[in-house]
C-alpha cells in the first residue's frame, strides 16, 4: 500500500488498485485455472440513484502488460498519459457519459490495475505532473473536484481473473455496489447498504463527540458530498491528534506484562509470532525466540492509515504482522483477544475508543462487508468480488437514502 498525502499522485507501475484497498494482496494469491481471461470484459453501469444529473463514468488505471499509466474508453481501448509539467498540467478528457436515472450502460474494462470512478453534474479534474497522475484529494479544501460528489470503484483484471471492491477507506460519499457474473452463470455481489443505510452513517457521525461529525463535507447549497475517513479527519483538524491515544495506551500496558499472539496466514496456522511491549517499542518473536520486528508505539494517524510506525511492506514477515495489527487497533479488539486476528466481527468497535467511522460504515452495509480502512480485509471482512472467470463485472449507483 502506497500514500502520498495532500493530492496524492501515481507513478508509472504503481498499481491503483493497491493504493487504497489491500484487495491486491488477495488479487496476487493463486487461482484455480479457468480458460482464458479475455482481454476485456462488460462492466454494466446501472444507475439506480434516483438523481437527475448528467453522470460521468472513467476507467483509469495502469495496463498491467506493459507498466503505463493511462485510460480506456467506453470499448475498452488503452490509451496512456501524455507527459505532464510542473505546475501540473490538465490531463486528456477520459470521461465517458454514463447512464441516465433508471437506465444501463456496458463499457468494457480492460487488463488494468485501476479504478472507475463516477461523478454527478459535473465532470471531475485530473492533472499530470512528471511523475504520473494527480488524484483528487478532497480533504484538501483547494483540491478542484471539492465540490464535485463522486466516488470509485477499484479493480484488477489479470490472468487470473477479476478482483472488484467497494472502498470507504478515503470517503464514505455517493453509495454504490459492485459484482460479477462467472461463466457458469453464478453471480455474486457486495457494497450495497442496507435501506436507509446512507443516511444512518451519517447521522451516526453526527451523533458522535469528539469531532466526528466534522468528517461530514457539504457544499455551498447544502448538498452533503461525502464523510472523509478518519485519516484525513487528522489532516484537516476534525479529529484532534489524541482521539486514540487512550486506546493505544491501554495496548501497550496490556503487553508489558503479557502476549499478543498474531497468527497472520489462515492457510499456515503454524506461523505464528509472539508480541511483548518493552518501553516505547511491541518486539515480535518467532517460535524460535528471535526478534523478527518491532513497532514503536503508534498515533492515529499510523493506526487509521495503516502506516508511519505500522508501515506494512508487501514481505511475508513485518507487513502480516502490521496488518494484523492495525486490523486490531482499527477494530479495538487487541485488549480482548490476545490470540489475533479475530475469527469473527462479534466483537469488533466495541471500545468507546474506536474507528467510529469504520463502525458506523459497517453497521450499514447489507452484508456487513466494508473497505473502511485499508486492511479491512483481514480476517475477509472487506466488499470484494472475484471470479476467476469471469463473463461480466457491474456497478450499480445506487440511491440516497
Not at 165 to 177: G, I, K, L, R
Not at 222 to 250: F, I, K, N
Amino acid at each position: 500500500m502506497l500514500r502520498l498525502f495532500g493530492r496524492r499522485i501515481l507513478t508509472v507501475g504503481t498499481a491503483i488498485a493497491s493504493v487504497i484497498a489491500g484487495s491486491l494482496l488477495t488479487a496476487g494469491t493463486a487461482a484455480p485455472a479457468h480458460a482464458a481471461v479475455p482481454d476485456t470484459i462488460p462492466l454494466k453501469i446501472t444507475n439506480n440513484s434516483g438523481r437527475g444529473e448528467q453522470v460521468y463514468v472513467y476507467n483509469l488505471g495502469t495496463q498491467l502488460s506493459t507498466g503505463r499509466q493511462g485510460w480506456a474508453d467506453a470499448s475498452g481501448t488503452f490509451h496512456p498519459w501524455p507527459v505532464g509539467g510542473n505546475p501540473p498540467t490538465p490531463a486528456p478528457d477520459a470521461s465517458i457519459a454514463g447512464p441516465a436515472a433508471g437506465r444501463s450502460t456496458t463499457i468494457r474494462v480492460p487488463r488494468f490495475s485501476g479504478r472507475v470512478y463516477f461523478s454527478y453534474g459535473r465532470k471531475l479534474v485530473f492533472k499530470l505532473t512528471t511523475g504520473g497522475l494527480v488524484q483528487p484529494a478532497v480533504q484538501n479544501p483547494t483540491d478542484p473536484n471539492r465540490d464535485i460528489l463522486f466516488n470509485w470503484s477499484e479493480y484488477t483484471l489479470n490472468d487470473s481473473g477479476l478482483w472488484l471492491n467497494s472502498t470507504q477507506v478515503d470517503m464514505f460519499s455517493a453509495p454504490y455496489s459492485v459484482g460479477v457474473r462467472r461463466a457458469d452463470g453464478s453471480t455474486a455481489s457486495t457494497g450495497k447498504l442496507r435501506p436507509g443505510g446512507y443516511h444512518a452513517v451519517l447521522d451516526t457521525l453526527r451523533g458522535r463527540p469528539g469531532g466526528w461529525a466534522g468528517l461530514i463535507q457539504t457544499r455551498s447549497d447544502g448538498t452533503v458530498l461525502r464523510a472523509l475517513s478518519p485519516l484525513y479527519g487528522l489532516e484537516t483538524g476534525a479529529l484532534p491528534a489524541s482521539v486514540m491515544d487512550d486506546y493505544v495506551d491501554r495496548v501497550w500496558r496490556k503487553y508489558t506484562g503479557s502476549t499478543l499472539t498474531v497468527t497472520p496466514f489462515a492457510d499456515r496456522p503454524g506461523v505464528a509470532y509472539h508480541g511483548r511491549v518493552s518501553g516505547d517499542v511491541m518486539h515480535f518473536t518467532d517460535s524460535a525466540g528471535a526478534v523478527v520486528t518491532s513497532f514503536r508505539k503508534p498515533d492515529a494517524s499510523s493506526v487509521f492509515g495503516c502506516h508511519r510506525r505500522l508501515d506494512a511492506p508487501n514481505d511475508q514477515v513485518r507487513g502480516p504482522i502490521s496488518r494484523t495489527l492495525c486490523a486490531g487497533f482499527n477494530r479495538s479488539t487487541l485488549l480482548t483477544n490476545p490470540s489475533q486476528p479475530d475469527s469473527g466481527s462479534g466483537g469488533f468497535y466495541q471500545d468507546p475508543v474506536t474507528n467510529h467511522y469504520a463502525r458506523a460504515v459497517h453497521a450499514q452495509m447489507a452484508d456487513g462487508k466494508a473497505y473502511a480502512f485499508a486492511f479491512d480485509d483481514v480476517g475477509h471482512h472487506e466488499s470484494l468480488v472475484h471470479a476467476g472467470d469471469p463473463s461480466e463485472a457491474s456497478l450499480s449507483l445506487d440511491p440516497f437514502s
